[in-house]
């Protein structure tokens, strides 16, 4: 009977399908009778995944949740059928229908069994994937079957351990750290053996992740060092990117920038995490250099995917890469092909450019396409902004603080603020109502922010890392708070929050911020209204204003060393080494 309606399924026409009744009547005699040929298995196989939801209804859809877990997940010839059918499927560019996937999803069950190949487990979870059906249950399922006792993960090749950690990143579900331990272990003494495309899938899984395995990027590094030469275009971009994201936030300036930026988290760099940062970094340069002579046949994508891996690394050397993929992105009709997601990419690597590349680099590479910047700030202001109840209740804190002070008038809180034209968004901005130009930015960076094995073992991620270089580059004052030091404060009083506040405001505070002795910006001696006129001419460039900015030119307290000896006008003028992009 379950032959019968399969096949009716498969049939060319509405007409051809059978009636709810009897197809539900099928599943359910499957269901019932414990017993399933491998010939009738197949044939449900390469039809069930395919079935038009309008042949199951209510009826069949009730009915297949019935079926016993080793027909769909088992570890029969029926399971790895069907799995294997949805991964190609998905391959194929095809998805079964979401409805279908969802009552999958839905049987009711603890899991596939463990003696469950890991290959048909790892085909399951990217068809899943691949149809871009929510079921965060399903990926739970998973990992308890994958870890858990009598787990065959061991056994599995580096295929499916790297099609099983792209499910995870591409169904945006964070896999466990023990699940992605397992694969690490199992992966990385295969790796010499397998392709390129196997170890930049599990480059890119891992990073998207946020689960820096050292063992597992060391062996990566050495592979892809290595097999520099031979590798295509997406691979050298994503590798880039991979180790970029990685290890870009591991340098100790990015922690604390001459009290401007103030990171929370704390913590030094070791001797092994220092020689891994530096190989990680070499690897980078290594890439990039390959990718100099190729650059200009790449894809839009690929270019901007590796200028901002780049960056990310401050990576300026060899400066022929840049130029090189600075003029393919000045090709005819190039700029129609890089949506809204790489503009914005470019977007920062331009302002990256102006403010710590050598001067040089950026006077031989030009201007970013005036077209091309406005949409990729377009982009970064169209982004959305999730604002989790830990930011909500640090912004309360904040606005408690701000009462507190003097007369409970002097400091001003804006939650969820945009500075330099609203290019970057900050969870909250603290200033003074009488000199606004008196600020400091606050961020409750959480797991996202950072990698690492755990708190307070983390470092920022290469994203987070260019994000505080570049606002402390632009001469805004910063504190990072981490989440699991905000997280222990759930339960402690008002008093203590507020404390805990003050104490990490105050390396990043101006003088009289806090204990409402601020004086406003009209009574500040010439010298402070000059101080005061460049900060606001740094959070908000004129048009004229946006143009290079060579290196090495800001110290740490934001200002030129031109400024510095008053070079700037009365009016707060950013000199020439301040023009920003």
Known sequence: AAARAARAVAGPSEAALPSRALWSGALTAV?????????????????????????LGSEGALALTALPAMLILGASAAGALVSSHLYRSAASGETAQPALLAVLCALGMEGPSASFRPAAVANLAWAFAQADVQMPSLFRALTHTLVGEGSRLCEASVASLATLAGAYARAGVQAPRELLSAISATAAPQLPSSPHHLLTTLAFAFTRAHALDDNLFDALAAELSRRAGALPPHALATSCWAFAQSYGGRAGGDRIDGGLCVDASGGGLGSRERRRTAAAAALVRRLAGVAEPQVVEWSAHEISTLLWALAVARCYSPPGVWAAAWRALREPGIAETIDEIDAAKLYQVEMALSLEAPAELGARLGPLDPALRARGLARLLASPVHVSEHQRRM????????????????????????????????????????????????????????????????????????????????????VHLPWWEWDALAQQATDVKLAYLRAKLQPAAWPGMLDGTREPAAQLPAAGRRSAGRARARAQPTERGRQRTPPGRVPRDGASSAEQRGAASSAGVPSVARRLV
């Open 31 to 55: 269901a019932t009778s414990g017993a399933l040929g491998v010939a009738t298995a197949r044939v449900i196989a390469d039809t069930l995944p395919l079935a038009p939801s309008s042949a």
């Open 395 to 478: 912004s309360s804190a904040l606005e408690a603080l701000a009462r507190s002070v003097g007369d409970g008038r002097q400091l001003v809180v804006r939650r969820e603020a945009r500075v330099h034209d609203g290019a970057f968004s900050v969870d909250a901005l603290l200033s003074c109502r009488n000199d606004p130009s008196a600020q400091i930015l606050v961020e409750l960076d959480g797991p996202t922010h950072f990698v690492g094995a755990g708190p307070p073992d983390v470092f920022p991620n290469g994203a987070s890392a260019l994000k505080r270089r570049q606002l402390a580059l632009l001469g805004l004052r910063l």
